[in-house]
């Protein structure tokens, strides 16, 4: 799970070939992926699966686009040069070169930026292995920057065809989910397992939960199918998540559990708040960003935005880490809190709203 954060540091070395004159920005049709808010030059294309970073990139409105990724004629290969600030997950790395080496054009470039504790070095040795050698590399703020000319001549095409699906969606058992397993694909959250945070949530939840509900940062939707399995008088229930990869996970999941409750499934980031209310809500909440430090105020904010959701009445279940700081927030939104278990260092948490 991740959040990129805006103006990194791997964003900022990214620059640095372009300010030094060893690349030049093109006119237009440079092609952006997993793109940050806060690069300066105007007029590309960005595409950027979380939803806040992608509300950013809107607001600053240097992009002439900003889509959650790529069109399906992703492969047309039009680009004169394609940035990226790779994830960490190796095999959501490889797809995302061989896509960039796809939407670039033949002589264009391909430019990318990963901090090294990111895994910099094995991305270079990536990049450098599928377009057969690299043109220019650079290290600053602890961040190491690599280019390589698109040449169908020295594209290691056996590889190319290889990484275009490493990220593909998959079926991974699972005998605790009903049906025996999940669609899910590498990069998103927890996508191999089920979170031991969530299952201990899962186990605790009660069954009598009915009417209009929500699961907040739904990953790709295991708390949601729990939910409805346990509780026959859900009417409704709304999925909210910021990574569209693994809400387009939780879509597929879902659908195929066969509930009878209505589903949404919302591209959101649940910090701003949400658009209705609701008589329950579950929730695993996020509480680390990219640079995998701890991000307390993430959590808080999906308390914020859970109280002010639920209805008089209503009732939030919550996991966390047992150290995470919430409970000032849960005090000041709900009337009633109490925890239900705590095991292997998370804590359940249920808070009512008077
Ligand atoms: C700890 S995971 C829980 C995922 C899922 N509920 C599960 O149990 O497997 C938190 C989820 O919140 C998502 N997320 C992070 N920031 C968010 C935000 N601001 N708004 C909505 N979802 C967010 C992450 O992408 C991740 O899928």
């Not at 060893?22 to 049709?29: D, F, K």
């Not at 899910?184 to 009660?206: C, H, K, M, T, Y």
């Not at 009417?235 to 990574?243: K, M, R, T, V, W």
């Not at 409750?261 to 008589?279: I, K, M, N, Q």
Request: contains cysteine; neutral net charge.
């Amino acid at each position: 799970m991740s959040t990129p954060p805006p103006h990194s540091a791997a964003l900022r070395a990214l620059q640095l070939p372009f300010t030094n004159g060893a690349l030049q920005w093109p006119q237009h049709s440079a092609l952006f992926l997993h793109a940050q808010p806060g690069w300066p030059w105007r007029g590309f294309s960005a595409e950027q699966p979380f939803k806040q970073a992608a509300d950013e990139l809107l607001r600053e409105g240097r992009a002439t686009q900003v889509r959650a990724d790529g069109p399906p004629e992703a492969g047309a290969g039009d680009a004169p040069l394609v940035l990226l600030l790779p994830p960490r997950q190796r095999d959501e790395l490889r797809a995302l070169f061989a896509r960039a080496l796809d939407a670039c054009s033949e002589g264009g470039m391909v430019v990318a930026s990963v901090a090294n504790d990111a895994g910099a070095k094995s991305a270079e040795a990536d990049l450098r292995k599928l377009a057969g050698g690299l043109e220019g590399t650079l290290s600053k703020h602890h961040c190491r920057v690599f280019w390589a000319r698109k040449d169908a001549t020295r594209t290691d095409t056996a590889l190319l065809a290889q990484w275009r699906s490493a990220d593909a969606p998959r079926r991974i058992a699972a005998p605790q989910v009903a049906g025996g397993g999940f669609q899910s694909r590498p990069g998103v959250f927890a996508w191999d397992r089920i979170d031991p945070a969530s299952a201990l949530l899962a186990a605790q939840l009660p069954g009598n939960l009915r009417g209009h509900g929500a699961d907040l940062g739904a990953g790709w939707g295991f708390l949601a199918l729990e939910v409805l399995a346990r509780n026959p008088n859900v009417q409704a229930l709304d999925l909210y998540e910021a990574d569209a990869r693994a809400l387009e996970l939780a879509r597929h999941n879902l659908a195929e559990a066969g509930s009878e409750a209505a589903l949404e499934f919302h591209w959101h980031d649940v910090t701003t708040g949400l658009p209705r209310s609701y008589d329950f809500i579950v929730s695993n909440p996020p509480f680390h960003a990219h640079d995998a430090a701890d991000r307390p105020e993430l959590g808080q904010r999906f308390i914020g935005a859970a109280s002010q959701a639920l209805r008089k009445g209503g009732r939030l279940y919550l996991v966390a880490n047992r150290h995470l700081p919430y409970e000032a927030a849960l005090a000041a939104g709900f009337g009633q809190v109490r925890e239900l278990a705590q095991r292997n260092g998370f804590k359940v948490i249920e808070a009512v709203r008077t």
